[in-house]
Structures are given as structure tokens and as C-alpha cells.
């Protein structure tokens, strides 16, 4: 029986995808303190988690049956993630699950700014009733610059041409064009052509601070700029300059340098107060088609794991996806990456007679990950062998 603790109300799809699989599922509604998970994770082999629970190297230490952790948001910073892959535990995460929330929170933005709906919403709630068209564009046949081409950028892509915008991107790397989107070769080239700029950007270091007062200055003058990406990557004083002198007629900001940690805890933000500017609590992934599609997605791969022992998206262990045949025994390996792993393991196969019918290895870092499918039968000695050897981490017989 596999045993599973669910905590933090995980979504109701991701449990009856587990319980159809005749999984024993726990769930918690809140977060657990190391203790009280220290107690409650052995003989789980599942532990479904979001962002609260802290999952500890002692937390691992404790979890003598844990298989896999499924972190059902986007973010594992809360996973020891390092310690998990020296136990052999795959960590999986929802990385795409709110990417379609993101895009739209994004087309409503550019079209809400190109009409300036907000300050003829302001007006309205304040009683004044003001039917003028000045500043009020339609977003057909204007350009929107997309910088960042990864997931959210060429999802967004596709919708704004569907919406008659005409469509530019700047990325670091290569990426095909979608449709008829045009491929900037210089970030200053995006800024310099584009009605609206998008940032969708990842947050690796460099990103920090990278879009500040040069960059505005290249932005068309009257132009709107909107970041659902990373509060870091923006410089909001730069920001809030080029909205108060005009190069910028509107914006929007999911995303802040420092979020408040808790609902209804004071915001603090230079773009407080400006005309033509929306704020939203980064909310950009944050619907109900998300966390339900999270539930799914991660569950899946949970079960997945469990079953075919395939590791592909895991966070921490290196990548790998044998397809299954009929009748066949998979054996797991997962080990320390030293050179020779792979002969030794063969040349104990080879020493039993073992039928090997397909194998695949990869190695992340300082951990290697083989799947190897036999044939017919293996002796105990054999698995004896392999748990035996220097460099196993952990072993596991699926068939
Ligand atoms: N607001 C929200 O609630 C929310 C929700 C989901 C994701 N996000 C954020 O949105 C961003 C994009 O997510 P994604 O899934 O599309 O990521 P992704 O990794 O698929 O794409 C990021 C792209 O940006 C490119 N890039 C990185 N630095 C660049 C630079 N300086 N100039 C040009 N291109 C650069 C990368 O090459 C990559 O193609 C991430 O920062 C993510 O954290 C925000």
C-alpha cells in the first residue's frame, strides 16, 4: 500500500487522482512544523506540499519509505532539494500549470492601459463622467515587445497576433519566432519599435536590476510598460520617473522588490497613487484553473514516478524517461556519479545471467540515475549487488 500525506489543502482533483490509484491518502489542511512532519512522514512514500511546510534535511533523515515529494505550487525553495536527491527522493514541482493565467491577467492589462480604463473607471467611482477618446487607442495593429521568449512570452505571443497586434520579441536565447512574430536582435531594438513592452523574464541573477532608466529612455514616448515576471529585474524609481515625465502613458506590476509577507500587511511601492497604473498582489498565475491544473499535473507525475520510476521535470534528480515494455522488470539505480557506475552495474547483470532489454542513464551534478529494463528473471543476490556497491544511493525494483 502506498501511503501518502498530503498538507496545506492540497487541490480535491490532485486527491482523487491519487486515491484512484488505490493510494492510502492522508490530507492535512494546514502546514506542519518540522516536528510534528518529522512524526508524520514515516512509512509515507508520498508527501504532497506547497509553499509553507519547510521539508528539512532532518525531515528527509526521518522519512524511512519516502519516494517521491510533490511540491503542488511553482516555487521548491521550501525542499532541501540536495538532501532529497542524496536519499534518492524525486521532487516535482508545476512549473507551466499557471502560465495560461499569467498570459491572460497580461492581455487585460494591454488592453485595459491602451484604453486608459482605469482612470475612466477612478473618474466614474468619483462621480465624474468624462466620454472623451484622448489617449484611448485600440491594441489592433499596435506592437507589443515581448521580452523573454520562454513559456508566458510565446503563449502571450500567439494570443496578441490572434488579437491583431503585431508582435516583437527579445531573448538572451535562441528561439524560434511563432507565427509572425519578428525576432529583435538587440533589446534596444524591441524598445525602440514597440507600443507596449512585457517582461517575462526568468530570475536568474544577472536579470537583477536589468531594466532601469536607460531602458526606459528607449521606450517609445507615450508608450505602456507591463511586469508579470520578477520584482527584482525592474528598477521602480525608474519606473515611477518615466510614468510622472511621459515616456511611459500607463503600467502594470504584479511583480515587487519586496512583497509583504502576509494578507493584509502593508504595501509599500514608489508607483502607489499614479494615474494609468495597475497594481495587482502577484497575482499573475493566481486563479482556480491554475491550482486545479497544479493538483493534476503533480499528481501525475507522483504517480508516475511511483510507477515507472521516470524522472522527467524532477527539480533535483537528473532526467530520465525509458518507455515501458510488457513484462519487463525495472530496476532503479540511483548513485553517486563517479566514473565506471554504469560498467559495474552491467558487469553484475552480465555475472547473473541477466536479459537487459533496455537502459538509460543520466547524471545532474553529483548524482547519476540509470533505469534498466530486464527480461525474465533476476535472483536476490543480484539486487543484494547493486544496493552493495560504493556509489548506490538507493535501489528500486518496479515491475
Ligand atoms: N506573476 C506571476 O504570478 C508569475 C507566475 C508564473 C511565472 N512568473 C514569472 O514569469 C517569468 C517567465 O516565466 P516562464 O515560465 O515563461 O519562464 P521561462 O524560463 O520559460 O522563460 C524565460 C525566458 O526569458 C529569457 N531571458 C532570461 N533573461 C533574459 C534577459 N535578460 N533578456 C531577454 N531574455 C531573457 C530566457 O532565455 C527564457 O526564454 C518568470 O520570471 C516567472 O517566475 C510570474
Redesign the pocket.
Same mark, same amino acid.
Given at each position: 500500500m502506498v501511503r501518502v500525506l498530503l498538507l496545506e489543502n492540497i487541490h480535491a482533483d490532485a486527491v482523487a487522482r491519487l486515491e484512484a490509484e488505490g493510494y492510502q491518502v492522508e490530507s492535512v489542511s494546514s502546514a506542519l512544523d518540522e516536528a510534528e512532519l518529522i512524526e508524520r512522514v514515516q512509512g509515507v512514500a508520498l508527501l504532497g506540499i506547497r509553499s509553507k511546510t519547510k521539508v528539512t534535511a532532518a525531515v528527509l533523515d526521518a522519512a524511512d519509505s519516502l519516494v517521491a515529494i510533490g511540491a503542488f505550487c511553482?516555487g521548491t525553495d521550501q525542499i532541501d532539494l540536495v538532501a532529497a536527491a542524496a536519499k534518492g527522493v524525486a521532487v516535482f514541482n508545476a512549473?507551466?500549470s499557471?502560465?495560461r +493565467?499569467?498570459v491572460e $491577467?497580461a492581455v487585460s492589462e494591454i488592453i485595459a492601459l491602451t484604453r486608459r480604463l482605469t482612470e475612466k473607471n477612478a473618474g466614474m467611482h468619483a462621480g465624474v463622467w468624462d466620454k472623451s477618446a484622448d489617449g484611448a487607442h485600440e491594441i489592433r495593429g499596435r506592437r507589443l515587445g515581448i521580452? %523573454?521568449?520562454?513559456?508566458? %512570452?510565446t503563449q502571450l505571443s500567439v494570443l496578441a497576433e490572434n488579437l491583431g497586434m503585431h508582435v516583437s520579441f527579445? &531573448?538572451?536565447?535562441d528561439?524560434l519566432a511563432l507565427s509572425n512574430a519578428h525576432r529583435c536582435a538587440s $533589446?534596444e531594438e524591441l524598445l525602440e519599435t514597440s507600443d507596449v513592452v512585457t517582461l =517575462?523574464? &526568468? %530570475?536568474?541573477p544577472?536579470?537583477a536590476g536589468?531594466f532601469g532608466a536607460d531602458q526606459f529612455a528607449r521606450m517609445r514616448r507615450g508608450s505602456i510598460f507591463l511586469n $508579470? +515576471?520578477?520584482g527584482i529585474v525592474v528598477d521602480h524609481v525608474a519606473l515611477r520617473d518615466a510614468l510622472a515625465g511621459g515616456r511611459l502613458a500607463g503600467a502594470a506590476v &504584479?511583480?515587487f522588490p519586496h512583497e509583504p509577507k502576509g494578507r493584509g500587511d502593508e504595501f509599500v511601492s514608489e508607483l502607489r497613487g499614479l494615474p494609468n497604473v495597475i497594481l495587482t498582489p =502577484?497575482? %499573475?498565475? +493566481?486563479t482556480e484553473e491554475a491550482q486545479s491544473d497544479i493538483g493534476d499535473f503533480v499528481a501525475n507525475k507522483l504517480v508516475h514516478f511511483v510507477h515507472e520510476g521516470n524522472t522527467t521535470l524532477s527539480v533535483n534528480l537528473p532526467g530520465v524517461a525509458l518507455p515501458q515494455q510488457d513484462g519487463m522488470s525495472r530496476i532503479v539505480h540511483v548513485h553517486v556519479n563517479t566514473p565506471g557506475v554504469l560498467a559495474q552495474v552491467n558487469s553484475i547483470l552480465a555475472e547473473h545471467k541477466v536479459n537487459v532489454e533496455g537502459q538509460l542513464l543520466s547524471t545532474r551534478g553529483e548524482y547519476g540515475y540509470l533505469i534498466t529494463d530486464i527480461s525474465g528473471g533476476y535472483s536476490d543476490e543480484v539486487l543484494d549487488r547493486l544496493r552493495a556497491m560504493d556509489q548506490t544511493v538507493r535501489l528500486r525494483v518496479l515491475s
Amino acid at each position: 500500500m502506498v501511503r501518502v500525506l498530503l498538507l496545506e489543502n492540497i487541490h480535491a482533483d490532485a486527491v482523487a487522482r491519487l486515491e484512484a490509484e488505490g493510494y492510502q491518502v492522508e490530507s492535512v489542511s494546514s502546514a506542519l512544523d518540522e516536528a510534528e512532519l518529522i512524526e508524520r512522514v514515516q512509512g509515507v512514500a508520498l508527501l504532497g506540499i506547497r509553499s509553507k511546510t519547510k521539508v528539512t534535511a532532518a525531515v528527509l533523515d526521518a522519512a524511512d519509505s519516502l519516494v517521491a515529494i510533490g511540491a503542488f505550487c511553482i516555487g521548491t525553495d521550501q525542499i532541501d532539494l540536495v538532501a532529497a536527491a542524496a536519499k534518492g527522493v524525486a521532487v516535482f514541482n508545476a512549473p507551466f500549470s499557471n502560465t495560461r +493565467s499569467v498570459v491572460e $491577467l497580461a492581455v487585460s492589462e494591454i488592453i485595459a492601459l491602451t484604453r486608459r480604463l482605469t482612470e475612466k473607471n477612478a473618474g466614474m467611482h468619483a462621480g465624474v463622467w468624462d466620454k472623451s477618446a484622448d489617449g484611448a487607442h485600440e491594441i489592433r495593429g499596435r506592437r507589443l515587445g515581448i521580452v %523573454g521568449y520562454g513559456n508566458i %512570452g510565446t503563449q502571450l505571443s500567439v494570443l496578441a497576433e490572434n488579437l491583431g497586434m503585431h508582435v516583437s520579441f527579445y &531573448d538572451t536565447a535562441d528561439k524560434l519566432a511563432l507565427s509572425n512574430a519578428h525576432r529583435c536582435a538587440s $533589446l534596444e531594438e524591441l524598445l525602440e519599435t514597440s507600443d507596449v513592452v512585457t517582461l =517575462h523574464v &526568468d %530570475g536568474r541573477p544577472g536579470n537583477a536590476g536589468f531594466f532601469g532608466a536607460d531602458q526606459f529612455a528607449r521606450m517609445r514616448r507615450g508608450s505602456i510598460f507591463l511586469n $508579470l +515576471s520578477r520584482g527584482i529585474v525592474v528598477d521602480h524609481v525608474a519606473l515611477r520617473d518615466a510614468l510622472a515625465g511621459g515616456r511611459l502613458a500607463g503600467a502594470a506590476v &504584479d511583480v515587487f522588490p519586496h512583497e509583504p509577507k502576509g494578507r493584509g500587511d502593508e504595501f509599500v511601492s514608489e508607483l502607489r497613487g499614479l494615474p494609468n497604473v495597475i497594481l495587482t498582489p =502577484h497575482i %499573475g498565475g +493566481s486563479t482556480e484553473e491554475a491550482q486545479s491544473d497544479i493538483g493534476d499535473f503533480v499528481a501525475n507525475k507522483l504517480v508516475h514516478f511511483v510507477h515507472e520510476g521516470n524522472t522527467t521535470l524532477s527539480v533535483n534528480l537528473p532526467g530520465v524517461a525509458l518507455p515501458q515494455q510488457d513484462g519487463m522488470s525495472r530496476i532503479v539505480h540511483v548513485h553517486v556519479n563517479t566514473p565506471g557506475v554504469l560498467a559495474q552495474v552491467n558487469s553484475i547483470l552480465a555475472e547473473h545471467k541477466v536479459n537487459v532489454e533496455g537502459q538509460l542513464l543520466s547524471t545532474r551534478g553529483e548524482y547519476g540515475y540509470l533505469i534498466t529494463d530486464i527480461s525474465g528473471g533476476y535472483s536476490d543476490e543480484v539486487l543484494d549487488r547493486l544496493r552493495a556497491m560504493d556509489q548506490t544511493v538507493r535501489l528500486r525494483v518496479l515491475s
